[in-house]
């Protein structure tokens, strides 16, 4: 991980952040936002009836307090959640920007937002319906000739171009940066009109600063808008706090958990040989799907069991009974695995 590598640079400081510290910012919220997910899953699971709406929206729910987190950490330490827990800020690329200003500029700092929290959020929804819609063609769903199909058929036909696009443009750019050719790591950080530096004792000390503002001299207006941005700041540290417990919590146990697989055990016993069955389990040819032992199309493999079969076979099998038509294995939907094998 590229949370083990930012020591790396630590003994020389420069202004610039490390690949190693841009790599780990980055996987930070990518970190959090599928454990968050799993943990509000195993409450849903536990009691339906008062958490399962927040399974069901829980992309909106992320989205919404990732806007909160954002807005607060981008207006107070002039860099996002996961920028300022590496030391990372962002200052302004316009050549007449202060240099003793030590806060974003509104333009800025709009266009960090839309950039961490709005286009993530409509990149993992289009994600999200490219899936449905390709498990709809594959399974026949969309068979009709309407404009509608037909337009959901050209989504999923250029999607991939699409996501392909902006993978490599962040391939791109990370290459650029790590070789010196470039001063953004991300388009989204370009995009933003701001650049990476490394934070300063003069950003540490300005960060306790305030400016009290007396209750009694304000407006009826102002208090209230007082007292709504003190509540969603208060929100935002509430946040802050947990999610970088949180963060220390998962950094923990993935420490844990690969220190614990790589490191030999002096006691174990080699793994016994599978006991051999009676039973002759004999398999159609390697091209033939085992249910409907046919010639395979749209091969797919199932990893809980290996064996490769027809979408829309395995598809429909795994829908209704819930396990391997071979093995008897127990099985999911987010088991199955699409090939491509040369010449398909």
């Known amino acids: 991980m590229a949370e083990s590598a930012t020591h790396l640079t630590s003994a020389v400081f420069t202004s610039k952040p490390s690949i190693f510290e841009v790599l780990a910012q980055d996987s930070l919220m990518s970190t959090i936002r599928p454990a968050l997910k799993h943990a509000i899953k195993v409450l849903a699971e536990t009691k339906p009836d008062k958490f399962a709406w927040m399974l069901r929206f829980y992309d909106e729910i992320y989205t919404i307090l990732d806007l909160i987190l954002q807005n607060y950490y981008l207006r107070s330490y002039s860099g996002s959640f996961a920028e300022n827990f590496y030391g990372i800020k962002r200052v302004a690329c316009q050549k007449d920007q202060k240099q003793e200003d030590t806060k974003l500029p509104k333009r800025c700092l709009i266009k960090s937002i839309l950039c961490l929290v709005i286009l993530p959020y409509i990149k993992h929804k289009l994600d999200f319906i490219f899936e449905e819609l390709r498990h709809k063609i594959n399974t026949g769903r969309l068979s009709q000739n309407t404009l509608l199909c037909k337009l959901y058929k050209a989504f999923v036909a250029v999607y991939p171009y699409i996501h392909m696009v902006w993978e490599g443009s962040i391939l791109v750019h990370l290459i650029s940066y790590m070789f010196g050719k470039s001063k953004w790591h991300s388009p989204f950080v370009r995009l933003s009109g701001v650049e990476l530096v490394h934070q300063t004792e003069e950003d540490l000390q300005s960060t306790h ?136």
């Open 209 to 344: 600063v305030h400016n009290p503002e007396v209750w009694q001299d304000l407006s009826l207006n102002n208090k209230l808008l007082f007292a709504c941005k003190k509540a969603v700041n208060l929100t935002a540290v509430t946040l802050s706090t947990g999610l970088s417990v949180g963060v220390f919590f998962l950094q923990f146990l993935d420490w844990w958990y690969t220190s614990d697989n790589n490191a030999p055990s002096l006691l174990a016993m080699p793994t016994p040989d599978p006991p051999k069955s009676d039973v002759d389990d004999t398999l159609p040819p390697h091209d033939i799907c085992p249910v409907c032992l046919k010639r395979r199309t749209n091969d797919t493999a199932l990893s809980v069991s290996g064996f490769v079969f027809c979408y829309p076979c395995i598809y429909e099998h795994i829908q209704q009974y819930g396990s391997c038509p071979v093995t008897s294995y127990p099985a999911r939907k987010e088991h199955l695995i699409k090939l491509y094998p040369p010449g398909a």
